[in-house]
């Protein structure tokens, strides 16, 4: 049971290239999120999916699209990725409603835009 | 929307001391709040939950506290370790999927 993956692991891209953020939970989540965390910043929420076939703007979407591929898989994806974007990100799933809130999280993905 | 924050940034404390993480939200709807640890370098872990029907609720080795009244949470560590130096995030929510965190606590923890 590896919980939540992420892939990759760190990134280094140049102003305006593209590129997809993968993320799978093996826990049959109904609900999965991305979010960005800059330095001494707590975590945003930039998109949300509730559930398969859904998915919701968080507080910072703009500059990412998602997709919800499966139950088990949410990508994240910069169409053409801008210096601002430089941050840690994190997928997290959680059961919700089913059982509370709580949200397990992979190890992150480190982006650096230059 | 929710907000949540925190008053202090960073704690510094001794090894065997016991610790207290502050948290205070705005949205008096928020019913749920959830405390998560980070290490450097790892996603966030869970360490506790608590309802807004509760004020009270203990794990092994912390304890949070939820005062409703002035809308703050707190989370206490008791004998605090080195290997509990991480940034410390509370959350809450407000019945939807979604949480809002604050933006975090470090606790630094000598020998």
């Known amino acids: 049971n590896a919980g939540v993956t992420q892939t990759p692991k760190f990134q280094v891209l140049k102003t305006g290239q593209s590129m997809t953020l993968q993320c799978a939970q093996d826990m049959n989540h109904n609900s999965m999120y991305w979010y960005r965390q800059d330095p001494g910043m707590g975590l945003r929420l930039i998109y949300y999916?509730?559930?398969?076939?859904?998915?919701d703007k968080g507080e910072v979407p703009n500059g990412y699209n998602v997709s919800r591929l499966n139950k088990r898989e949410f990508s994240l994806r910069l169409e053409s990725a801008a210096p601002s974007q430089t941050s840690v990100y994190f997928c997290?799933?959680?059961?919700?409603?089913?059982?509370?809130?709580?949200?397990?999280f992979g190890p992150g993905t480190r982006l650096t835009v230059t | 929307g929710e907000s949540v924050g925190l008053h202090l940034p960073t704690l510094s404390v001794q090894e065997g001391d016991n610790s207290i993480i502050n948290c205070a939200y705005s949205n008096s709807a928020s019913d749920y709040f959830i405390w998560y640890k980070q290490e450097s370098g790892k996603g966030p872990q869970f360490i506790i939950d608590i309802r807004s029907n509760m004020d009270k609720r203990q794990g092994q080795r912390v304890t949070v506290l939820l005062n409703k009244t002035v809308k703050h949470l707190s989370l206490q560590i008791a004998a605090t370790q080195p290997g509990d130096s991480a940034v410390y995030f509370c959350?809450?929510?407000?019945?939807?999927?979604?949480?809002?965190f604050g933006k975090g606590t470090m606790l630094l923890v000598s020998p």
């Open positions: 959350a809450g929510s407000s019945g939807y999927s979604t949480l809002t």
């Open positions: 999916s509730a559930s398969e076939g859904t998915t």
């Open positions: 997290a799933s959680s059961d919700f409603p089913r059982i509370t809130h709580e949200q397990y």
